[in-house]
């Protein structure tokens, strides 16, 4: 299966469109190797993919005939990623709740709702 098929089918990526440009703009890696979307993956290959804010890595257990739903991902594919890169990821989040662009007036009811959650933990 093509790489950024199959990146598409486990939800890496909304579209496989975007899948394909990961991979174009080196973004994905198997064996420390960047990878072209037209790669062929095997069973038990590990992928690092560069998202946003983290990096994350998984492995292939198995590979799904069309686009999968959440709940089954873990029957197609293995989380490696180390806890450190999900606290990244919650640290940006939590900087992008806190800040809003200057000129953007009042917090709306959600966001107020959403900094006085935060602010409670």
Not at 7 to 34: F, H, M, P
Not at 79 to 99: A, G, I, Y
Request: hydrophobic share 35%.
């Amino acid at each position: 299966m093509r790489i950024d098929k199959f990146l598409w089918d486990v939800r890496i990526y909304k579209t496989r469109t975007l899948a394909t440009e990961a991979c174009r703009n080196g973004r994905v890696s198997i064996r420390e190797q960047e990878v072209k979307p037209a790669r062929d993956v095997a069973v038990g290959d590990v992928i690092v993919i560069k998202l946003h804010a983290y990096t994350r890595t998984i492995q292939i257990v198995d590979f799904p005939k069309s686009r999968v739903g959440a709940k089954l991902l873990p029957n197609y594919i293995l989380e490696l990623t180390p806890e450190e890169e999900f606290k990244k990821l919650d640290m940006v989040r939590e900087r992008l709740v806190l800040q809003r662009p200057k000129g953007m007036g009042r917090p709306t009811k959600k966001d107020r709702r959403e900094l006085d959650d935060w602010m409670e933990e």
